[in-house]
């Protein structure tokens, strides 16, 4: 998922005095320069060697994530079309008693000045970002939210699409644009909305969401049907080499959206349905603007053409009850020590009394290149075979025990790492939790790991390396009923060859290893979203120029924080754990206390993918 913009007023200084740390630390921090120094930024992805990042700037709230083919991991309905929509969401996935003022954010945006947009700020036209703006593109015209940069800017759509298209001219800045992987010679590889043309009495565009591989624009399958091959979605989460033939993995649209004929128009579209879109597109019709898809899990080979090949199929079919739309995404992939052949991971949703995203894994066949070479003519092959991950089943002794469960990264060693989301509220929070897979082994990450990951915690399961070095972000309190602040941690699996180099323990938050390193004080992080092989990180931090009040975690500043775009690189150092200058609450079966860190934000929701 993207992340929402952090931008909050400055806060007292709280009492100073704790000494400056004079070791190297074991990562030093540096702030990545983007075009918009009043917007928030993170670094999304890095290259597997550590040299390449990419970064996405917002302007605003995202609504509705860029670069998700489930909205939220639970929307197989599309019913998430409104502000209602978004309050019962966080009522019911989340358990907010703030859940008004999320609602508002999503669907109206912010203001400069980083507050919650209601009804009468949009009105007045002072709001950006939100899911709002995008459903009155129509009569409005659109300024894109999301900006990508790998070294300069990424906007493949920018000129305009090589298929069907609306009337009218482009505008090259109103596409969203994300880079969810980068190679190490800085190719981008990502998802970007059409933009939009204007034909003088509307503003359409020509899709929702098509993957891009550098310039070229992937393409769901050939011989779907006009309306799949003219604004069916797309989305590439990344690319990977098997024999010289590179691979680029992630979803292509497959089949029609269940039943567009009830209830799926966003609100405020003037629409009651979306039906008269579902045979053939017409740009004027404005039901093709919001237009779904049941989307699978595909991949495209470069030197074939730019159309998909599906590699899996859907358990139990591409729709089911009334309104259920099934959904389906490689997520990540890696070639396992001593295969030639990657195995991939990701989600797929299955029929089990309800759909529901459950995390799975893509394994090779046994003639896997005699497969792949007739994948290029054959589109009915498949090449894969895809599992559940075991131990994190939905239903459990009859009882629905989690929401979704999603595995978002593999590494050569087998280890696959995702989230698992809790159906009950657990320790005051609907916890999404880490599990940690080998083969029929999956471990619920837990105080038994480490005590970053107390009784209802939620944390995310971004990128693990080759070294089992796991990276994400995790609760940091354990607040109730609200969102809970979060900082980026790193957690060492198994047999990890550094665990020395981490004191022989297992997991830190990220600001006790840049603790003491040059610079390093005026950077809080918020988040990690990948780690290459050398240990080096993509993330954001919060950033408090001049530095903060102290080393403490829970330091204030004395003017305004930013949220950055940051690149951690491993050096050698030592470890000097920061303090904390408030007495701490000690969290149930968490092994220690926090009160916070510093900053009362809204939770980062931007998910890497690889």
């Not at 954010?105 to 400069?112: H, L, N, P």
């Amino acid at each position: 998922m993207q992340f929402n913009k952090f931008k909050l007023s400055a806060v007292a200084l709280a009492m100073a005095g704790f000494p400056i740390v004079a070791n190297a630390a074991l990562y030093s921090v540096s702030k990545i320069d983007t075009p918009s120094e009043s917007n928030s930024a993170a670094a999304t992805a890095i290259s597997p060697n550590g040299d390449k990042i990419a970064v996405e700037v917002l302007s605003g709230p995202v609504g509705l994530n860029y670069s998700q083919e489930l909205p939220y991991m639970v929307d197989v309905e599309h019913f998430i079309n409104s502000y209602n929509d978004l309050d019962s969401y966080c009522f019911n996935y989340l358990g907010y008693n703030t859940c008004d003022t999320w609602a508002n954010e999503q669907w109206y945006g912010i203001k400069a000045s980083g507050e919650v947009c209601d009804s009468e700020d949009y009105d007045a036209n002072i709001c950006t970002g939100g899911l709002n703006k995008e459903i009155d593109a129509w009569t409005q015209g659109f300024t894109g939210n999301s900006v990508a940069s790998v070294g300069g800017e990424v906007n493949p759509f920018s000129s305009g699409v090589t298929g069907p298209k609306p009337s009218g001219s482009p505008n090259p800045n109103s596409t969203n644009v994300v880079v969810n992987a980068v190679t190490d010679t800085g190719k981008a590889i990502g998802a970007s909305s059409s933009p939009y043309y204007d034909a003088g009495s509307y503003n359409a565009r020509a899709f929702a969401r098509r993957g891009f591989n550098e310039a070229t624009e992937l393409l769901p399958p050939s011989g779907l049907g006009s309306v799949i091959e003219s604004i069916g979605q797309t989305n590439a989460n990344g690319v990977i080499d098997y024999s010289g033939t590179a691979i680029v993995f992630g979803s292509a649209s497959t089949h029609n959206m269940a039943n567009p004929g009830n209830k799926e128009a966003p609100e405020d579209s003037g629409l009651s349905n979306l039906n008269s879109c579902s045979s053939t597109v017409d740009f004027s019709n404005r039901a093709c603007q919001y237009y779904q898809f049941a989307n699978q899990a595909s991949v495209w080979i470069p030197s074939y053409d730019a159309n998909a090949r599906v590699i899996a199929d859907f358990p139990n079919g591409a729709t089911g009850n009334t309104d259920d739309t099934a959904q389906a995404s490689v997520k990540a992939a890696s070639v396992l020590s001593g295969a030639t052949a990657p195995t991939m991971v990701g989600f797929s949703t299955y029929n089990d009394s309800g759909f529901y995203a459950r995390a799975v894994k893509y394994t090779p066949i046994a003639d896997f290149s005699t497969c792949l070479t007739q994948l290029e003519t054959d589109t009915t092959k498949r090449c894969w075979t895809m599992s559940l991950i075991p131990g994190i089943e939905i239903r459990q002794g009859g009882d629905i025990v989690y929401s979704y469960s999603e595995a978002n990264d593999i590494n050569a060693n087998n280890v696959v790492v995702g989230v698992a989301k809790n159906y009950r509220l657990n320790s005051g929070a609907y916890a999404e939790i880490v599990f940690v897979n080998e083969g029929a082994s999956t471990t619920l990450l837990s105080t038994s790991q480490s005590a970053l990951f107390f009784s209802g915690y939620n944390a995310t399961a971004a990128a693990i390396n080759d070294n089992n070095e796991l990276v994400g972000a995790v609760d940091v309190e354990s607040s109730r009923d609200r969102a809970r602040r979060q900082r980026g941690y790193v957690y060492l699996h198994g047999t990890a060859p550094n665990l020395a180099d981490f004191d022989n323990t297992r997991g830190w938050l990220l600001d006790d290893l840049t603790n003491g390193a040059p610079g390093a004080n005026a950077f809080r992080i918020a988040e990690a979203f990948d780690i290459a092989e050398n240990g080096n990180i993509a993330a954001s931090a919060f950033y408090c120029a001049g530095g903060y009040s102290s080393t403490a975690h829970d330091a204030t500043c004395n003017g305004e924080e930013e949220l950055v775009a940051v690149k951690l690189t491993r050096q050698s150092g030592d470890i000097s754990p920061r303090p904390y200058e408030t007495n701490t609450i000690t969290r149930s079966g968490g092994g220690f206390g926090v009160l916070g860190l510093a900053l009362l934000g809204f939770g980062g929701l931007l998910r890497r993918r690889k």
